[in-house]
């Protein structure tokens, strides 16, 4: 009979939705910065080992103690959240943890009214020809005098013509203007130079199963596969296919 119930309780253990639990928790945890240490060291976006333990057993996620660490371990082991300084397993003690999505992954800078810093910002083209025709040919953008002091765009560098609002919406995702780089950690598990397709799929498999993982580019995000070369070539193609087909009809 004992011998059932453990295979039951695999069984239960198994079937266990991480995302949607993973959701749960972030709802019911009371996560807020926390101060521990002497001289006080601040660690932004905390819960506590003991608190989670609490919740899951008061929601009736778990009954025991036993088994909502168990729980714990399994969301840690799988990437969910860590150990503030990886230096512990999930434990019901009053230990800091902090859910991956909360770490600072670096951010897009604002503006001082608090929208997002992006390309067009720094196009004055882009404004005058929202009203107009959009044409395949590239326009060299005028240099805006009130942003003198800023950075301007560097067509050369850029690599991406013609500079209408899809491309700059593109550029706002692959490479975004003014980007706020994140606080660099102590230790990373892995270091991936170039964003390509294979600097990507690295990074994001490594991330996936629970590694810290650091992803340096200096260019664009998905290298020239996705902004110049494969994805964008068959975009071409469906308009040539588009095309001859008008012309047979």
């Known amino acids: 009979m ?9 069984a ?17 945890l009371d996560i807020r910065d926390r101060k521990y240490g002497f001289p006080a060291k601040t660690y932004p976006k905390c819960f506590v080992g003991s608190e989670a333990v609490k919740k899951l057993i008061d929601e009736n996620i778990d009954g025991h103690e036993e088994d909502a660490v168990r729980i714990g371990n399994m969301m840690l082991n799988s990437g969910v959240f860590h150990h503030i300084q990886d230096a512990h397993p999930f434990e019901n003690k009053k230990l800091f943890y902090r859910f991956l999505t909360d770490e600072d992954h670096g951010s897009v800078a604002h503006k001082p009214d608090g929208s997002a810093v992006g390309w067009a910002d720094f196009i004055t083209s882009l404004a005058a020809s929202q009203n107009q025709t959009l044409t395949l040919q590239p326009e060299i953008p005028q240099r805006d005098p009130n ?13 991406i ?3 209408d609002e899809y491309n700059i919406e593109l550029l706002n995702r692959v490479h975004p203007k003014k980007w706020v780089e994140p606080k660099p950690k102590t230790i990373y598990n892995l270091v991936v130079i170039g964003a390509g397709a294979g600097g990507l799929g690295s990074a994001a498999g490594a991330a996936g199963v629970g590694a810290r993982v650091a992803l340096i580019e200096s260019h664009l995000l998905g290298g020239d596969c996705l902004t110049v070369g ?18 047979q009809i």
Do not use: H, W
């Not at 560097?154 to 690599?159: D, H, K, P, T």
């Not at 494969?230 to 012309?247: E, G, H, N, T, Y």
């Open 230 to 247: 494969c994805v964008p070539s068959k975009a071409l193609l469906r308009c040539a296919k588009a095309a001859a087909a008008v012309i």
């Open 12 to 28: 239960y253990f198994e079937s266990i939705d991480l995302a949607e639990l993973t959701s749960c928790m972030k709802r019911i």
């Open 2 to 10: 004992a011998k059932e119930e453990y295979l039951k309780d695999e």
């Open 147 to 159: 942003l003198a002091a800023l950075e301007q765009v560097n067509l050369a560098a850029c690599g």
């Open 161 to 163: 013509a013609p500079l």
